[in-house]
């Protein structure tokens, strides 16, 4: 007669926690400029199965052609140097580069592509709080990032 070693029963919640845990798709907007920094990297990778970055290309905030062209150049090169970085730590990441209005764009990013944290560089101005106010409306969770400027 054979015995058989019964495996452990999971509770159902401990499965749920898993999948939770394990298919964390985060977003995380390129707007302030600073997020191609460790801190950022940091919140952005820890926990997620998915980085999605996302740059905006917001008209109303750009009065000429070359202000514009500039402002895309930048994030391009921020863009690629984030992926070189969340690439170091072995997270697959996804870019995606919209033009229209910066709210908008991050809510509908936020709901098609199933986000379950986008991550933002924390700021203090007025255009950010009304962001903030939006993903809270709309239910979306988020995560600010205090990101220091490095003394040179």
């Known amino acids: 007669m054979l015995f058989r070693k019964e495996k452990p029963k999971q509770k159902f919640k401990d499965i749920v926690k898993l999948i939770i845990i394990d298919n964390m798709h985060i977003l995380a907007p390129l707007i302030s400029g600073r997020e191609n920094s460790e801190e950022y990297v940091e919140a952005i990778t820890k926990g997620a199965d998915k980085v999605i970055l996302l740059q905006i290309i917001d008209r109303d905030f750009m009065n000429k052609t070359s202000a514009a062209m500039g402002e895309v150049m930048h ?3 921020m863009m690629v140097e984030l992926k070189k970085m969340i690439g170091k730590k072995r997270k697959p990441c996804d870019e995606i580069t919209e033009w229209g209005h910066t709210i ?3 809510l509908s990013i936020a709901l098609i592509q199933k986000i379950d944290k986008v991550v933002f560089v924390n700021q203090n101005n007025a255009f950010f709080k009304e962001i903030l106010q939006e993903l809270k ?3 979306i969770n988020y995560e600010l990032v ?3 400027e490095k003394k040179k």
């Open 75 to 77: 994030f391009s090169t």
């Open 104 to 106: 908008k764009k991050i």
């Open 137 to 139: 409306k709309n239910k």
């Open 146 to 148: 205090n990101v220091f």
